[in-house]
């Protein structure tokens, strides 16, 4: 049972306010482990985002593959693929890439560092978005263990920021692939994480939220028996209202933000 005083707890109304994420930025690039992982995430925020002009790119350390028990993995990486963009492209983001890592048994390491590191430099984002990359899901869900993929990614992308401003880590980006360090990434922000100290108002993206996760349609028919679009707008509308009472009473998507 969550403890309504314990000011990890993101839905706690009497925890610390949050405060707006910086927007005098132009590039984000996000990275996560799997499809579906923003939409869950911050969909409403990047769709506020783009709205205001700002560029956004997805990426995505696996296709997903081995999420779908009843769909072989040959079969279910190429759909959920499909599904991703397509949902990438309701809130407005045309560039998703795809690294290639194994669904399931991603491996925090360098070679995970590398890859994010080297998307960083192409990309050269002021903005880096993961998501939670802690052990549990905190309070809020009853301290929920969080998934391998997740911690790895998230926390290879936390590192992988100052990978990518050094030119003596993974020096081979540069020589062989021509990636000059990028050392101008000044925030990355961590959604889902259960010690938030910032949101973004969720209020104009919500409703395209929901529409990008409803384009996982065929990762949604094996996760619920319950009507997709009652249970994604039920599940998202209700996140950001539970932010609410810390930003202001403001329906929003919460963030833990790491300055650089």
């Known amino acids: 049972m969550t403890d309504p005083t314990d000011p990890t707890d993101p839905t706690d109304p009497t925890g610390p306010r949050l405060e707006p994420l910086p927007a005098d930025w132009q590039r984000a690039l996000a990275v996560v482990a799997h499809p579906d992982d923003l939409e869950y995430g ?4 990047v769709a506020d985002w783009t709205d205001a002009g700002k560029e956004v790119v997805y990426l995505l350390a696996t296709r997903g593959e081995a999420g779908i028990d009843t769909v072989a993995p040959a079969e279910c990486g190429p759909l959920r ?13 045309s560039t998703v890439e795809f690294l290639g890592h194994r669904d ?19 990309h050269r984002p002021e903005l880096v978005v993961t998501l939670n990359h ?3 899901w905190g309070p809020a869900v009853g301290g929920a263990w969080n998934s391998p993929d997740h911690r790895a990614v998230g926390r290879a992308t936390l590192d992988a920021v100052g990978d990518a401003g050094n030119r ?4 081979e980006l540069l020589a062989g692939h021509g990636l000059e360090p990028w050392d101008g990434v000044r925030w990355v922000a961590v959604a889902g994480s ?14 395209r939220s929901v529409l990008s996760l409803l384009q996982h349609r065929g990762y949604l028919q094996v996760l619920t028996d319950r009507n997709p679009e009652v249970y994604c707008r039920e599940f998202l509308v209700g996140a950001a209202r539970a932010v609410a009472p810390r ?9 833990e ?4």
């Open 42 to 45: 911050c969909a409403a925020a």
């Open 247 to 255: 930003f202001g009473g403001v329906p929003a998507v919460a963030f």
């Open 194 to 207: 259960p010690t938030p100290t910032h949101a973004v108002d969720a209020t104009a993206g919500l409703e």
């Open 81 to 93: 693929e499909r599904e991703q963009r397509a949902g990438a492209a309701v809130v407005g983001v």
């Open 168 to 171: 003596w880590i993974f020096p």
């Open 134 to 136: 802690r052990d549990t």
């Open 104 to 122: 399931g048994v991603v491996e925090y390491g360098t070679e995970l560092r590398r890859d994010i590191a080297a998307a960083i430099r192409r």
């Open 257 to 260: 933000l790491f300055p650089r």
